[in-house]
């Protein structure tokens, strides 16, 4: 599936930083996730909100301040989107 350009660029940004131990893993379930979401709007092509979703839905609880703080780090508006869900 086609991704948006900077939204490509930011996951790329966003996975480098992580430690080299989880990045595959994170990769991997992030993609299909951002995908899925993707699929679920209609969409042929991944954009910024199902990558972000995908991030919350799928990042383990002891993993989350890390996650946001990287989601900053590297340009994603989560709050845009309404993230954190309460």
Same mark, same amino acid.
């Given at each position: 599936?086609?991704?948006?350009?900077?939204?490509?660029?930011?996951?790329?940004?966003?996975?480098? &930083?992580?430690?080299?131990?989880?990045?595959?893993?994170?990769?991997? !379930?992030? =993609? &299909?996730?951002?995908?899925?979401?993707?699929?679920?709007?209609?969409? !042929?092509? =991944?954009e910024e909100e199902d990558v972000i979703a995908a991030f919350f839905l799928g990042v383990p609880s002891p993993f989350y301040s890390m996650m946001v703080r990287l989601l900053e780090q590297t340009g994603f508006d989560y709050k845009k989107y309404g993230f954190p869900k309460s």
């Open positions: 599936m086609d991704w948006d350009i900077n939204t490509k660029e930011k996951f790329n940004l966003f996975t480098s &930083k992580i430690p080299v131990f989880h990045r595959h893993i994170t990769e991997e !379930a992030v =993609v &299909k996730m951002a995908e899925e979401n993707a699929r679920k709007r209609n969409s !042929a092509r =991944v």
